[in-house]
């Protein structure tokens, strides 16, 4: 998501604007943030490798 869609619940205003210190608080740190703020923990990583891995070597196994 991006933050011109959000609305402050401070001001009601978009955050895009920075019309509050909590809109231009969010604004920076969702500026910041990037791909980064996905957050996936390293758990979730690796379970979706093995998932991955799975899913490749039923395929495989299919094409046999």
């Given at each position: 998501m ?18 509050c ?23 979730a990583?690796?379970a ?17």
């Amino acid at each position: 998501m991006t933050y011109d869609r959000l609305v402050c619940a401070n001001c009601a205003a978009p955050v895009s604007q920075g019309r509050c210190p909590v809109c231009r608080a969010n604004r920076e740190r969702l500026q910041q943030e990037g791909f980064s703020g996905l957050n996936l923990n390293p758990v979730a990583l690796v379970a979706l490798l093995v998932v991955l891995v799975a899913a490749l070597a039923l395929v495989a196994q299919q094409t046999v």
